[in-house]
């Protein structure tokens, strides 16, 4: 009932949290006794668990929707609500019914749920841009372990969310709402990191095809999403153009593509240089020094033809970092023809950066005379 008063503005967050915390005490209590389901205590209202989350979680999404100048609590309760329920549920539903896939049906469900919402924010004769981002926002969260429930591979699902976000950046550049920009932009890179969190990219890799494959479409959607990014400028009215006009944080998206491409040339790498007979620690640590080289330049040559500052400074620090471990690391583990490789390769990498360097300097110094 507060929320729409400006003035107590602190209290939706108190109620909330009261709330939330009313909500952990009672799943912390089920999840112990779940352990003997035939004994649970009759005050703990098991049977009531489900049917009281879902109507809180609907008058919170009512709340959400319902205010007609939205402040800070009104664009967050969206996926806050969406956060505080998929746990609630999943803390007891999983244990009490194991029941993976509906759990993850009903987390789909909401997340179409708010992105019709966020759709009717935005087709409104006075569009409301902050209002839609907050439901997308809130739609992503319940995206993401859904598709991880439904799909059960961790490839697809990561597939998944690389597409939703450049789904929402495409629907950013239409609505003009960097709100959704940023979104679309750390759901690309959490969805790399996620991918070398999990393991996706681990070696020897349990499923070599599999990760090559997983590596190769996260690199292809992360290079669409920054190359779109480069072509769509932020609308100038927007917050985002008034704190970055150039839009710095997409070049994230350039180190999410180049990470996807090292971790999709390194389970390549590993099973090749296993099958051959020799000795395959020595030759792949080897094989990750050619390859960090290998991109780097393969970066010198793009950014140069294309006058792309983000890919030089990429293409520089990637460079570095094949330094480093040539000569950090290489020079004091390694042995044979791996060594040897890896400084030819970084060799090659500091000639090809002074040409490219060379030039860069020599078309610069002109346009500033």
């Known amino acids: 009932a507060l929320i729409g008063v400006r003035r107590a503005a602190w ?7 009261q709330l939330f915390f009313f909500w952990l005490l009672w ?33 919170l999404l009512a709340a959400s929707c319902r205010s007609s100048r939205p ?29 993976d896939r509906w759990l993850g049906a009903v987390a789909l469900c909401l997340a179409i749920v708010h992105l019709s919402l ?23 969260t319940a995206f993401v372990p859904a598709t991880w429930l439904l799909t059960g ?26 709100g959704m920009r940023a979104i679309a932009c ?20 349990p499923a070599p095809w599999r990760a090559m494959l997983l590596g190769a479409a996260l690199a292809t959607i992360a290079a669409v999403h920054y190359r779109w990014t480069r072509a769509t400028a932020p609308r100038e009215a927007s917050w985002y153009a ?24 390194r389970v390549a790498a590993h099973p090749a240089l296993a099958s051959m007979p020799i000795d395959v620690d020595n030759a792949f640590s080897g094989a990750e020094s050619v390859l960090l080289n290998a991109i780097a330049i393969t970066l010198l040559v793009l950014a140069h033809r294309n006058r792309s500052r983000p890919a030089l400074t990429a293409a520089v620090l990637v460079a570095t970092i094949g330094g480093i471990k040539v000569f950090a690391s290489d020079f004091f583990s390694l042995h044979g023809v791996p060594l040897v490789l890896g400084v030819f390769s970084f060799g090659m990498t500091a000639a090809v950066a002074s040409v490219i360097l060379g030039r860069w300097q020599r078309a610069v110094q002109p346009a500033a005379g």
């Open 11 to 17: 209290m939706h967050w108190v109620a909330l949290a």
């Open 186 to 205: 750390c759901l690309q890179v959490g969805t790399t990191m996620t991918a070398f969190a999990a393991g996706a990219f681990a070696t020897p890799p």
């Open 71 to 99: 402040g800070p609590f009104a664009l967050a309760l969206p996926a806050l609500n969406v956060a505080w329920a998929f746990a609630a549920a999943g803390a007891v539903v999983l244990p009490w019914l194991s029941a």
């Open 118 to 140: 966020a759709w009717l924010f935005a087709r409104r004769p006075a569009a409301d841009p902050a209002r839609a981002t907050a439901f997308v926002l809130a739609a992503a």
């Open 242 to 265: 008034r704190l970055s006009p150039t839009d710095r944080p997409g070049a994230l998206l350039l180190w999410a593509c180049i990470a996807a491409t090292f971790g999709c040339l």
């Open 27 to 59: 799943a912390i209590k089920l999840q112990a006794a779940l352990d003997h389901p035939e004994a649970i205590a009759p005050e703990l209202m098991l049977a009531w668990y489900l049917p009281a989350l879902g109507v809180t979680f609907a008058v």
């Open 153 to 178: 591979s961790a490839p697809a699902a990561a597939t998944t969310w690389a597409l939703l976000a450049v789904g929402i950046a495409w629907w950013s550049g239409r609505l003009g709402s960097g």
